[in-house]
């Protein structure tokens, strides 16, 4: 029964409302989580039906579409379904996963979605970054319906911020060839927005052009919480307005971009370390090839360890390092190279023993890294000559006597070497105490061979 003074839209309003057939018309197509909440089920139960052919479903890109008519067939086993799950309710008023529109023009919006993520993933693993960079403004700008989109990218060191692609004449007549594209990262101007369009936009990031701009639409490039770059689009300088679910979806496909852009970044660094790496593996090889043939044919010695300190100052990035050799009890002789440039031999008097570093060093039998606050004063005053806060210290051991050390001095206190790093001066090393053995052996032989004439002649 319904009161005299209800109408028949509250009548209806106010009659129980079906809870396990939701009404799917003027629909035709759902995602998966879309079916999972008008079921009543979890995500995983739709999932897992898709997979077994039990819910028949097809791929439109990456998304997986199920039907109006097959969802309604689909009567899900709710018996061995965890508690939680087995007490939910469909929600029969769900609205669709992507957009508040009309079924076709959902389903366009996310076909949209799935074809700018898979072409940037495509083309992300291919293309060279500005041609990738393109694809994105450009697809962007389709699934957008803008008319102009800039897509700005924070470099990795956050020193600047660059304007990597565009689509459409942004600037003034007489000012798109003008530099800067890309400008100081100036946290005033460069920080997290949330996915709106912004009225009164006259200039980009510290950008002195003007830009012809009245409205535009931004969204912010975060990953992992960490401000990429921008997604900026207009309608050629016009105003305009989004609904909130097309401003979703540009920050949905900006946040595709985003994750797609730093996973190149990531891959092209690796690929750069990777090369580096290489290439100081072959330098490394013919420097120790170079040090070994030296030692075999017999060449001077001061050469050989100049090659080895020359060799440890490339590998470890040290600015000033080489090799200390003990000659005499109170006189050293030194081989530097700094900022890359040999410097002559140089003869002085001290002990090599006066330096802590390389004591420790001695004691340890491997590497050690001496830092400003470590050192003793006559380091800190050798550190000073040459602006340096650390040094890494290598004894050389040559029958439980101290005989030289490879020294590499850092401007940073806290210099990052690696294992592998260290590995290799430390083979460096043991090439210079092969050098200093055998010359070591030649000295004594040419003593003994002095002597002997010596005898001779007396006798």
């Known amino acids: 029964m319904t009161s005299p003074h209800q109408s028949d839209e509250e009548a209806a309003s106010a009659a129980p409302q079906p809870r396990l057939t939701p009404d799917l018309r003027g629909v035709d197509q759902f995602t998966m989580q879309e079916a999972a909440r008008l079921k009543g089920v979890s995500y995983h139960t739709v999932s897992r039906a898709v997979r077994k052919y039990k819910l028949p479903a097809h791929r439109s890109g990456r998304l997986v579409l199920i039907s109006r008519t097959d969802l309604e067939a689909w009567e899900p ?97 007489g000012q798109e060839s003008l530099e800067p594209l890309r400008v100081p990262f100036d946290p005033e101007h460069v920080y997290p927005v949330p996915p709106d369009v912004y009225p009164g936009i006259s200039c980009w990031m510290g950008d002195p052009r003007p830009v012809r701009m009245r409205d535009a639409y931004v969204a912010s490039l975060i990953v992992n919480d960490t401000l990429v770059g921008y997604l900026i689009g207009d309608h050629d300088g016009a105003s305009f307005t989004l609904s909130p679910s097309q401003i979703e979806l540009g920050q949905e496909l900006a946040t595709q971009a985003a994750i797609t852009i730093e996973l190149r970044r990531s891959r092209d660094r690796e690929a750069s370390r990777l090369r580096e790496l290489q290439e100081q593996t072959v330098e490394f090889a013919d420097a120790l090839a170079g040090i070994t043939q030296a030692i075999n044919e017999g060449r001077d010695l001061i050469s050989i360890l100049r090659r080895a300190g020359h060799s440890a100052t490339q590998i470890s990035g040290s600015h000033y390092g080489g090799v200390v ?26 002990r090599i023993d006066r330096f802590s570093g390389v004591v420790r060093a001695l004691e340890a039998g491997e590497p050690v890294l001496l830092s400003w606050n470590e050192a003793s004063e006559i380091e800190r005053a050798y550190w000073d000559l040459t602006a340096s806060r650390s040094c890494l210290n290598l004894a050389f051991n040559i029958d439980g006597k101290l005989a030289g050390a490879i020294l590499m001095r850092f401007r940073s206190e806290h210099p990052a070497l690696s294992p592998e790093q260290l590995r290799r001066i430390e083979l460096l090393a043991a090439g210079c105490v092969t050098a200093i053995s055998r010359q070591h052996l030649v000295n004594a032989l040419h003593a003994r061979q002095d002597g002997d004439h010596a005898d001779s002649a007396a006798g």
């Not at 769900?94 to 074809?115: D, K, N, Q, T």
């Not at 900022?339 to 031999?345: F, I, R, T, V, Y």
Request: proline share 7%; charged share 30%; hydrophobic share 45%.
């Open 325 to 350: 050799l003990q000659v005499t009890p109170e006189s050293v002789v030194s081989v530097w190279t700094k900022d890359g440039a040999d410097l002559p031999a140089r003869y002085y008097s001290t």
């Open 77 to 173: 086993m709710r018996a061995r379904a965890p508690r939680s799950y087995r007490r939910r309710n469909p929600e029969p008023d769900v609205s669709p996963g992507v957009v508040e529109l009309a079924s076709g023009e959902r389903f366009e919006l996310a076909r949209r979605i799935s074809s700018l993520y898979e072409a940037i993933q495509t083309s992300a693993l291919f293309d060279p970054i500005e041609d990738f960079s393109r694809l994105i403004v450009e697809r962007f700008a389709v699934a957008m319906e803008f008319d102009r989109v800039a897509l700005w990218v924070i470099d990795l060191d956050r020193i600047g911020i660059e304007l990597l692609a565009s689509v459409g004449p942004w600037f003034e007549p």
